[in-house]
C-alpha cells in the first residue's frame, strides 16, 4: 500500500479531527499531496493540495476550517479539520499528484 489514511471517525457538528496519511514512496518529500473526499451519493470533490514547497490551496468550502500539512521526516500528510460540518461527512482520500497513488480512504461522519 502506498498511501494509508487514518483518522476518520464519527464526530458531532462544530467538532474537529485530524486525518493522517502515511506514504511508503521514497519520492514522497518531492511530490505535492492532496486531499479528496466523496460525500455518500456525490462525486468525489478536491478538499487541498500542498506543494512539496508547502504552499497550500482549498476548497472554497472547507477554506478557513482546514488545514493541509506535512512532515516529510515521517513521510505524512496531515489534513486537520475544525468546526466539521454535517455537510463534512464523506470518504476522505489521499492521494500523491506526482505518481497518481491513491490511499484506500477514510470515513468521516459529522453529525448534527
Known amino acids: 500500500v502506498q498511501l494509508q489514511a487514518s483518522g476518520g471517525g464519527l464526530v458531532q457538528a462544530g467538532e474537529s479531527l485530524k486525518l493522517s496519511c502515511v506514504a511508503s514512496?521514497?519520492?514522497?518529500?518531492?511530490?505535492?499531496m492532496a486531499w479528496s473526499r466523496r460525500a455518500p451519493g456525490k462525486q468525489r470533490e478536491f478538499v487541498a493540495t500542498i506543494t512539496s514547497s508547502r504552499s497550500t490551496s482549498y476548497a472554497d468550502s472547507v477554506k478557513g476550517r482546514f488545514t493541509i500539512s506535512r512532515d516529510d521526516d515521517k513521510n505524512t500528510l496531515y489534513l486537520q479539520m475544525n468546526s466539521l460540518k454535517p455537510e463534512d461527512t464523506a470518504v476522505y482520500y489521499c492521494?500523491?499528484?506526482?505518481?497518481?497513488?491513491w490511499g484506500q480512504g477514510t470515513l468521516v461522519t459529522v453529525s448534527s
Open positions: 492521494h500523491n499528484l506526482r505518481s497518481g497513488d
Open positions: 514512496r521514497r519520492d514522497f518529500r518531492i511530490s505535492g
